[in-house]
């Protein structure tokens, strides 16, 4: 089985908070060591690099033949796996989280933290009741309950203190009670069983903030995926912000508060999402539904395939946002994946990934609207049933989200796409920018048309005369 965690609680609330944080800071140094436009190919920012990578991850699982033992459970990953390796004695447990070491397994259930998994060959295994064994131990969970009593203590006393532990103590309890394995299932599938299946189509962040929001729950923090962008301008998720609005109120009660944790200046912050009202939704959901209808059109007479029309799709949504609009020249390498070390590439990159991505969402978001209300008869039904239909043909990320420095993707030539994307910028009303070359650049391409000139004069005086009166009529337009 492959699982993905599905809700988060709140107890682990902080820890991502955190974790986003360090992330973020990441971004910071690598822009303050490179303060100039040129911006190296980020790679050693890791995973940081590759915001999309778990859905990315979790969308290729589904075509595979590995998609029927793939699952997103709605809570932490930890107890499906616990409960399922409880099940086959002689279990293998793949994991990053030290946590499913603490579990009660079969004695041959052995656990392969990923940090440790540096390639397939030589794979370390750890097997949880061994190590008990050996330090004189039931479980480990004593240690582990002593480690987070006690952290600063030598490894020696942390030992001693798990075996002399009051392990009847309500402390303790408590903390023994977060590994005893149990699954309690939403009451939401019971009433919506259509669900099951259609929840298992989502990303594993929309799947938790579906998850939350069916269960009415008061608070619904959205942790937005932290872009590899300049943090020296605006936060590229302040781009498509209708968008994801339109697809939290779709699923949000009315009650419950809405919280987007993105960056803002150099810090990641909380912002409150005010969803729409019935009226209002049904609007906003019907003027994403014509622009959409609008741009397959526009794509359907120009044979556009998916990969670029979406993309030029979100270039509009970028357009609309921008008091400055990009050049067409960084637009269409942004487009065609040709990273040029800039740091405007970078930022525009971070943009197209928040508009594209909010689409992704609203996409999502609207198909479990629909499972939930497949009976329902409503404008809005009507209306988000045409939009599904509509983007049916959204690329997977893979097809569609690039990472600075990896290989080109050319989705259209130089010529063509600089036609296509003048006429998103005059869509939506944003006058063309200028490009700004330099003198050195100037002289340059000066040279290059000179150079050109004379190779063609060369070839057109090297050219044999003709005393064909008829194919002199014929090269004027006479025929």
Not at 52 to 78: C, H, K, M, Q, W
Not at 350 to 365: G, T, V
Not at 366 to 394: G, P, V
Request: with cysteine.
């Amino acid at each position: 089985m492959v699982l993905f965690d599905g809700a988060l609680p709140d107890t682990k609330r902080a820890e991502r908070l955190s974790r986003t944080e360090q992330n973020n800071r990441r971004v910071q140094q690598l822009r303050a060591s490179y303060p100039t436009t040129a911006c190296p190919i980020p790679t050693y920012l890791g995973s940081t690099s590759y915001a999309f990578l778990a859905p990315s991850l979790r969308e290729a699982l589904t075509d595979s033949p590995f998609a029927s033992r793939t699952r997103i459970v709605p809570g932490e990953a930890d107890d499906s796996c616990a409960l399922h390796a409880q099940d086959l004695p002689r279990s293998i447990i793949f994991t990053s989280d030290t946590d499913l070491l603490l579990f009660d397994y079969h004695p041959e259930t052995l656990v392969v933290l990923f940090q440790d998994a540096e390639s397939l060959v030589g794979l370390k295994a750890f097997s949880p009741d061994h190590i008990a064994k050996k330090l004189q131990l039931k479980t480990l969970v004593p240690l582990a309950h002593a480690i987070q009593q006690h952290s600063s203590e030598g490894m020696d006393d942390l030992i001693h203190d798990a075996r002399n532990m009051d392990t009847d103590s309500s402390a303790y309890l408590d903390f023994q009670r977060r590994y005893t394995a149990a699954i309690v299932a939403p009451p939401y599938h019971q009433q919506h069983v259509s669900l099951v299946s259609t929840s298992q189509r989502l990303d594993v962040r929309i799947f938790e903030y579906a998850h939350e929001a069916l269960r009415g729950s008061p608070n619904l923090p959205v942790y937005l995926p932290l872009l590899a962008e300049d943090p020296n301008q605006a936060s590229a998720w302040n781009i498509a912000q209708d968008i994801r609005t339109l697809a939290y109120s779709l699923l949000a009660p009315s009650t419950s508060t809405i919280r987007e944790y993105k960056r803002k200046a150099q810090s990641i912050f909380p912002q409150d999402i005010r969803t729409y009202s019935a009226t209002d939704l049904h609007v906003s959901a019907k003027e994403i539904d014509a622009r959409v209808s609008g741009v397959l059109k526009w794509g359907d007479s120009k044979d556009i395939n998916a990969s670029l029309l979406w993309s030029l799709f979100a270039l509009s949504l970028v357009l609309g946002e921008l008091n400055t609009p990009p050049s067409l020249t960084l637009v269409s390498r942004v487009i065609n994946a040709d990273f040029d070390n800039t740091w405007p590439f970078i930022q525009l990159t971070a943009r197209f990934q928040a508009a594209m991505y909010s689409l992704r969402m609203l996409k999502q978001i609207a198909c479990i609207w629909l499972a939930i209300n497949q009976h329902t008869q409503s404008k809005l039904h009507d209306t988000l049933s045409n939009l599904q239909s509509q983007m049916a043909n959204f690329p997977a990320i893979a097809d569609m989200f690039l990472v600075p420095g990896q290989s080109k993707r050319l989705l259209a030539d130089h010529e063509q796409l600089k036609v296509l994307t003048e006429e998103i910028y005059v869509s939506v009303g944003v006058e063309i920018a200028t490009e700004q070359v330099s003198n050195k650049k100037k002289k340059r391409q000066a040279r290059e048309a000179e150079r050109k000139k004379r190779k063609a004069e060369q070839r057109q005086q090297s050219k044999p005369m003709t005393v064909n009166s008829f194919a002199v009529l014929k090269s004027s337009g006479y025929q």
